[in-house]
């Protein structure tokens, strides 16, 4: 939920890995760093290589750019 929120107002958080998740004692989760978070517009593309490697989706290795799918990527790799 939490990424569906920031893609919503336009985020696109680019670093999910563990160490960036948070969860207190009731099981309740929180991101953390977003040093590498960009805000991007409807359709827009970002060409920055930057995130874990082993979390970074094709695109953003292939240089093609990417915008909200890369975090989904991310996810699925996380999980």
Known sequence: MALEYLHKMGV???????????MDDEGHICLADFGMAKQLKEGE?????VGTPEYLS??????????????????????
Request: proline fraction near 8%; glycine fraction near 8%; charge should be negative.
């Open 45 to 49: 593309k970002t060409y920055s290589v």
């Open 58 to 79: 094709p695109e953003i290795v292939d240089g093609e750019g990417h915008s909200f799918p890369a975090d989904w990527w991310a996810l699925g790799v996380f999980m």
């Open 12 to 22: 696109v958080y680019r670093d999910l890995k563990p160490e960036n998740i948070l």
